[in-house]
């Protein structure tokens, strides 16, 4: 009894102190978005000089053709080289694109629903379709699933990737056609799924011909700190005899202009030619002048490689700054714990169960607005209500340190309300 | 019996002297395309200072944006307005997207599928839909329609437009749910609607609520010799109640960059919310770098209109070559008759019925690549085998002279042929 009432005390104490930390940042009138992963200003005039690599006529021309003029769907044949190297797969099997790779990934999906993949019926005559969803994961994933009616399965994941047995398990449903993957600094747990996985993954055996591993790899060199490495899984997946399992995703977002880099997806043998007519009945082209423009600045992949770099040493500190700051005040709390990704762009956060809303509801009251909790699942819902995704690159480091304090504030008075204290 | 002899060698000494044209035009060696709407290079060359107009940090800054970073599934507000005032129509109802009109039409059309459009059911839950496709008409349009399972109804033009009696009659079934138009400079007849037809359109009363006019206004300020004037169709439907009719689509493409043009769609306040919110699960927002790049660059609708004029300038020579051909040498054939538009990119061309496919042949023999015959009606078949779309905007001026001439050889050989003589 005397022991709970000293404890009591003490986080009475603890609160107080709390409060009063809180109405001083709520006085400072801060106003900071970390919600989502938007490379900051120094990141964008890296690349400034992209604007202007193209000039005269002689500069458009590429692979005999006038990138200028209409034409090619699939993009620009040096465009599929360079992600083809980027990628490590065969340019033949590349689609180079506009500049947003979710919308290749939306695209894929409409597809699949109207007009069906892999020589199956379109989804749409299918009945319920199904689609795997690692969680923590991608907000936008989600989103494309739930406007499609595609039922999604949250899946658990661990240190290494998804847990293998489940999924297997889970692709013995026909209904099941899809998975979401970010496989390197995973959005938001910043893992990196291991080998083994990845060879699970590229031999499985579902039951759905026409299901499709979303493999999303927006972050494929995107380190910060140093380097994962991550097996390829096309080539694991030709071995396995599964050529046509997989949809491989990446763009060059961020590593030039966010709204203006250039996107591609790999396909299977089987699939690639499919969806070439599918496209060719959808558009006469992507912009190929974008494309171009990358191919003339950036030059080769280890030109892709220096400025991801580059990037990586601007937001680095940001992120050291963030851990740094959840080392000091939320270490020895065992409620709480916290990635230490390698690289990506974001730090996912687990608090007290039932006080993620609560948390981000009191950062957004002092000024520093964070992804909605819960958006790192399906249908907007952890069911535990733990799960915040922080977004670093942003503001400023200055700004992203007082932040990162305000969270963590928020974070224990949110545990405390909690405890009913 | 005697004249008809006349008649018959007349007809042989013409044939013999046709095929001796046709032969010598055979050693040539030719190697034309004439087969799409491609703007040639001294076109191109008119917009090369777009590829410079975007240089510093401050150059990309933007109602209060930085284009260069993700957001804004809609496009730039500048974007909009100026595709607004291009089209006399409101800004907030205009969807500023990527390089590619046909890709925003068949995006279009497959959200009607999936999610439906006015509040009724999706498309893929309504068993049969249908098209109104007003032939001759642009192929691009009918393969979408083919590749979507969409019935496509054939509807005759005449120089002032679709015949109206037909399109109210056809509209009162329920499982019609668009129509195609190219009102201004048809793709290929070259004509523009009278008044009186777009106030018909406008007015319309289909029996679907989710029955759309795709309203493709590709050529609106792309006249070659004088203009057309258009009756603005988005007001006409407001004034009829219609505010929701109508589904406008424009682009630069050729007025700057075919392949990395701005492509834009108009919808009625009620549905564009509706597809900006189906848009936003679909894309994180278009290449707003390349639309502020026509905003700098264009600067306002008198900047467009006056490149649209300087490519009509290129473009009239062509036009003038093929029309002096086709009279010099067709004139007085009645059963040839072709167009003479004011501007767009066709001339459309009858020849005698089911000779169109064997005139296209003839003309690939001796090197000069038509639009294939059928092309222009749903599903590839002119049940005529009569109408030949001719694109003179791409080979040089010397060059279109020649093919024209052949074409003409062509048209009269195949017409010989198919008299059995």
């Given at each position: 009894?005397?022991?709970?009432?000293?404890?009591?005390?003490?986080?009475?104490?603890?609160?107080?102190?709390?409060?009063?930390?809180?109405?001083?940042?709520?006085?400072?009138?801060?106003?900071?978005?970390?919600?989502?992963?938007?490379?900051?200003?120094?990141?964008?005039?890296?690349?400034?000089?992209?604007l202007t690599c193209l000039q005269t006529?002689?500069?458009?021309?590429?692979?005999?053709?006038?990138?200028?003029?209409?034409?090619?769907?699939?993009?620009?044949?040096?465009?599929?080289?360079?992600?083809?190297?980027?990628?490590?797969?065969?340019?033949?099997c590349v689609i180079v694109g506009g500049?947003?790779?979710?919308?290749?990934?939306?695209?894929?999906?409409?597809?699949?629903?109207?007009?069906?993949?892999?020589?199956?019926?379109?989804?749409?005559?299918?009945?319920?379709?199904?689609?795997?969803?690692?969680?923590?994961?991608?907000?936008?994933?989600?989103?494309?699933?739930?406007?499609?009616?595609?039922?999604?399965?949250?899946?658990?994941?661990?240190?290494?990737?998804?847990?293998?047995?489940?999924?297997?398990?889970?692709?013995?449903?026909?209904?099941?056609?899809?998975?979401?993957?970010?496989?390197?600094?995973?959005?938001?747990?910043?893992?990196?799924?291991?080998?083994?996985?990845?060879?699970?993954?590229?031999?499985?055996?579902?039951?759905?011909?026409?299901?499709?591993?979303?493999?999303?790899?927006?972050?494929?060199?995107?380190?910060?700190?140093?380097?994962?490495?991550?097996?390829?899984?096309?080539?694991?997946?030709?071995?396995?005899?599964?050529?046509?399992?997989?949809?491989?995703?990446?763009?060059?977002?961020?590593?030039?202009?966010?709204?203006?880099?250039?996107?591609?997806?790999?396909?299977?043998?089987?699939?690639?030619?499919?969806?070439?007519?599918?496209?060719?009945?959808?558009?006469?082209?992507?912009?190929?002048?974008?494309?171009?423009?990358?191919?003339?600045?950036?030059?080769?992949?280890?030109?892709?490689?220096?400025?991801?770099?580059?990037?990586?040493?601007?937001?680095?500190?940001?992120?050291?700054?963030?851990?740094?700051?959840?080392?000091?005040?939320?270490?020895?709390?065992?409620?709480?714990?916290?990635?230490?990704?390698?690289?990506?762009?974001?730090?996912?956060?687990?608090?007290?169960?039932?006080?993620?809303?609560?948390?981000?509801?009191?950062?957004?009251?002092?000024?520093?607005?964070?992804?909605?909790?819960?958006?790192?699942?399906?249908?907007?819902?952890?069911?535990?209500?733990?799960?915040?995704?922080?977004?670093?690159?942003?503001?400023?480091?200055?700004?992203?340190?007082?932040?990162?304090?305000?969270?963590?504030?928020?974070?224990?008075?949110?545990?405390?309300?909690?405890?009913?204290?």
């Amino acid at each position: 009894m005397c022991c709970l009432e000293t404890t009591k005390a003490r986080l009475a104490a603890e609160k107080a102190s709390l409060e009063a930390r809180y109405a001083a940042f709520q006085t400072r009138g801060l106003s900071l978005n970390m919600a989502r992963g938007i490379p900051a200003k120094e990141q964008l005039d890296l690349s400034l000089d992209m604007l202007t690599c193209l000039q005269t006529v002689e500069d458009c021309q590429i692979d005999g053709i006038d990138a200028r003029n209409y034409g090619g769907v699939d993009g620009l044949p040096s465009a599929k080289k360079l992600f083809g190297e980027l990628l490590d797969v065969d340019p033949d099997c590349v689609i180079v694109g506009g500049n947003s790779s979710l919308n290749m990934m939306s695209d894929m999906i409409m597809r699949s629903k109207l007009f069906g993949i892999g020589g199956c019926k379109p989804w749409v005559e299918q009945g319920t379709v199904k689609f795997l969803c690692p969680v923590p994961g991608y907000d936008r994933h989600f989103l494309i699933c739930e406007q499609c009616g595609i039922e999604m399965i949250p899946l658990p994941v661990t240190s290494t990737g998804p847990d293998m047995d489940l999924v297997r398990e889970l692709v013995t449903d026909p209904a099941v056609k899809g998975m979401w993957c970010i496989p390197k600094y995973s959005n938001p747990s910043g893992i990196t799924y291991s080998d083994d996985t990845v060879r699970a993954l590229a031999s499985l055996k579902p039951a759905a011909p026409d299901f499709r591993i979303y493999w999303d790899n927006a972050y494929c060199i995107h380190d910060v700190f140093c380097e994962d490495k991550l097996l390829n899984i096309v080539t694991e997946a030709k071995k396995a005899g599964n050529e046509n399992l997989v949809f491989e995703f990446a763009s060059t977002s961020k590593l030039c202009f966010p709204g203006a880099g250039v996107a591609c997806m790999v396909a299977g043998k089987g699939d690639i030619d499919y969806i070439k007519k599918l496209i060719s009945a959808q558009t006469i082209g992507p912009d190929k002048m974008n494309q171009l423009r990358h191919i003339r600045y950036f030059k080769d992949v280890a030109g892709l490689r220096a400025r991801a770099a580059a990037h990586g040493k601007l937001i680095r500190p940001k992120f050291e700054a963030v851990l740094k700051t959840l080392d000091a005040e939320l270490s020895g709390l065992d409620f709480v714990d916290w990635s230490k990704p390698n690289g990506g762009y974001f730090i996912s956060l687990n608090v007290m169960e039932q006080t993620a809303k609560r948390t981000v509801e009191l950062a957004k009251n002092a000024g520093v607005t964070l992804t909605p909790a819960g958006a790192t699942w399906p249908y907007r819902k952890d069911p535990a209500d733990k799960n915040i995704r922080i977004a670093p690159s942003y503001p400023s480091l200055e700004s992203i340190t007082l932040a990162a304090e305000l969270l963590c504030v928020c974070v224990k008075l949110a545990a405390i309300e909690k405890l009913g204290l």
